[in-house]
């Protein structure tokens, strides 16, 4: 760890702290938090614009538009300001199962498409899916493989490699039935926030490589592509972030 990444940590921590008790909208917290929800939801096939998601957060509302505004889309981007909340509330917390659910149930209880559907908000999944054509963990076993992969987490000297093998892990497991790649990424954000890591923030200008990356883990079990991923978003946010210092 080095002095200037633990000076930009103290930064990061201290403005996300005062800027979100103070309900600014214009420093590093809430570009964080568009930015964040943004990219994230926008991997997933949000609708919404950078400047869409900007007014949502920093106003609650959208601008006036010819165009419809997809119900399911809103939701999930005021669900993903939640969880970044209540990442922030936990930074003290361990990594757990119990707070993966809680990081879902923020990003999914306000979504009604989800609730209609019959799909658990907040607790793993309870019908099988997959990434594509790939089969995923099995719902019957998905408390079992996040129980080893969290105790394997929580016994390492956390670094950008061992985050990228258990985010590649945690995408491969899937264990909800939605929303899997934002609280997997959430996770990341945090982990690398606790461990005094500069954070990764995975642009959707970079979804294919991102993609391509998860997908030689599972053919390969090699993290080169994520690891190299991983460190072009960290020099990305720390360049963004400069501007607030």
Same mark, same amino acid.
């Given at each position: 760890?080095?002095?200037?990444?633990?000076?930009?940590?103290?930064?990061?921590?201290?403005?996300?702290?005062?800027?979100?008790?103070?309900?600014?909208?214009?420093?590093?917290?809430?570009?964080?938090?568009?930015?964040?929800?943004?990219?994230?939801?926008?991997? @997933?096939?949000?609708?919404?614009?950078?400047?869409?998601?900007?007014?949502?957060?920093?106003?609650?509302?959208?601008?006036?538009?010819?165009?419809?505004?997809?119900?399911?889309?809103?939701?999930?981007?005021?669900?993903?300001?939640?969880?970044?909340?209540?990442?922030?509330?936990?930074?003290?917390?361990?990594?757990?199962?119990?707070?993966?659910?809680?990081?879902?149930?923020?990003?999914?209880?306000?979504?009604?498409?989800?609730?209609?559907?019959?799909?658990?908000?907040?607790?793993?999944?309870?019908?099988?899916?997959?990434?594509?054509?790939?089969?995923?963990?099995?719902?019957?076993?998905?408390?079992? @493989?996040?129980?080893?992969?969290?105790?394997?987490?929580?016994?390492?000297?956390?670094?950008?490699?061992?985050?990228? @093998?258990?985010?590649?892990?945690?995408?491969?497991?899937?264990?909800?039935?939605?929303?899997?790649?934002?609280?997997?990424?959430?996770?990341?954000?945090?982990?690398?926030?606790?461990?005094?890591?500069?954070?990764?923030?995975?642009?959707?200008?970079?979804?294919? @490589?991102?993609?391509?990356?998860?997908?030689?883990?599972?053919?390969?079990?090699?993290?080169?592509?994520?690891?190299?991923?991983?460190?072009?978003?960290?020099?990305?946010?720390?360049?963004?972030?400069?501007?607030?210092?």
């Amino acid at each position: 760890m080095s002095n200037n990444n633990k000076e930009f940590l103290d930064f990061l921590l201290s403005r996300f702290k005062i800027e979100r008790d103070k309900f600014d909208r214009s420093g590093v917290y809430a570009y964080t938090q568009r930015l964040l929800a943004y990219n994230s939801n926008k991997i @997933e096939g949000s609708t919404l614009t950078e400047e869409q998601t900007a007014s949502l957060f920093d106003t609650g509302t959208l601008p006036k538009s010819d165009d419809y505004y997809r119900a399911k889309d809103i939701e999930e981007m005021n669900g993903h300001f939640l969880m970044f909340n209540k990442m922030l509330d936990t930074l003290d917390e361990p990594l757990s199962q119990e707070l993966i659910k809680q990081f879902h149930y923020e990003l999914k209880s306000g979504v009604f498409e989800d609730r209609a559907n019959g799909y658990a908000i907040g607790d793993y999944k309870q019908r099988p899916n997959m990434i594509g054509m790939y089969k995923t963990v099995r719902p019957e076993d998905v408390a079992h @493989e996040m129980c080893l992969l969290v105790d394997w987490y929580c016994e390492q000297n956390v670094n950008i490699f061992i985050l990228a @093998e258990f985010h590649a892990k945690y995408e491969s497991i899937h264990p909800f039935q939605d929303g899997n790649g934002r609280t997997g990424r959430l996770i990341l954000f945090r982990e690398c926030l606790k461990n005094c890591i500069i954070p990764v923030v995975i642009e959707d200008a970079n979804r294919n @490589e991102y993609l391509e990356s998860l997908k030689e883990y599972r053919e390969e079990k090699s993290l080169n592509k994520l690891i190299s991923l991983f460190e072009k978003e960290q020099r990305f946010y720390l360049e963004k972030c400069k501007y607030f210092m």
